[in-house]
């Protein structure tokens, strides 16, 4: 039995947490308190899974100019990232950042090309959330892709980071 846990963290206020280990998977919605991230939850999230391994390895996107967004959430997003990568610092926790294109390239291998219209109108992009979608329920039918009981609707942050953290378990990280 291999004691490597691989960590996958999709950065964000409506992100998540996941961790990989074995054939088991966990999830975590990310910790807030009203409409901010609970750092000491998420701390607390970070410390009880890597405690669990020997060999923990946490994967979270390298954050870049996300198209639209406001400065607020810019800096929210990166206040974040940063929080998680002191964490593993201070923690000694090994951990990757990878750029979104590289972990989706990996993890929608076989996943047919789907576009959707532009917020212009103008353009159609790349639908990344679909993809995930379709990648996460072919690789792992059974997972809950919810957080609660009554929720429908899967769960964009959980669904990214159980990818990266496959990813991270695919690269041997």
């Known amino acids: 039995m291999n004691n490597k846990i691989y960590v996958g963290i999709d950065i964000g206020k409506e992100g998540a947490i996941a961790a990989i280990h074995d054939e088991k998977i966990a999830t975590w919605p990310m910790p807030k308190i009203k409409t901010e991230i609970d750092y000491h939850e998420l701390s607390s999230i970070l410390s009880r899974i890597c405690s669990d391994s020997e060999k923990p390895h946490i994967v979270f996107e390298k954050l870049g100019v996300i198209f639209g967004s406001s400065k607020q959430?810019?800096?929210s997003m990166g206040n974040q990232a940063g929080a998680v990568e002191m964490k593993c610092i201070c923690q000694g926790i090994p951990y990757t950042k990878v750029n979104a294109k590289d972990w989706q390239k990996i993890m929608f291998q076989g996943v047919e090309?789907?576009?959707?219209?532009?917020k212009t109108g103008k353009?159609?992009?790349r639908d990344t959330k679909a993809m995930a979608l379709i990648a996460i329920k072919r690789l792992f039918p059974d997972l809950k892709l919810t957080f609660g009981e009554k929720a429908t609707k899967p769960h964009d942050g959980l669904i990214d980071a159980v990818l990266m953290a496959e990813y991270g378990r695919r690269n041997n990280l």
Do not use: H
């Not at 090309?113 to 532009?118: F, L």
């Open 113 to 118: 090309e789907i576009s959707k219209s532009s």
């Open 123 to 125: 353009t159609s992009v």
């Open 73 to 75: 959430t810019a800096f």
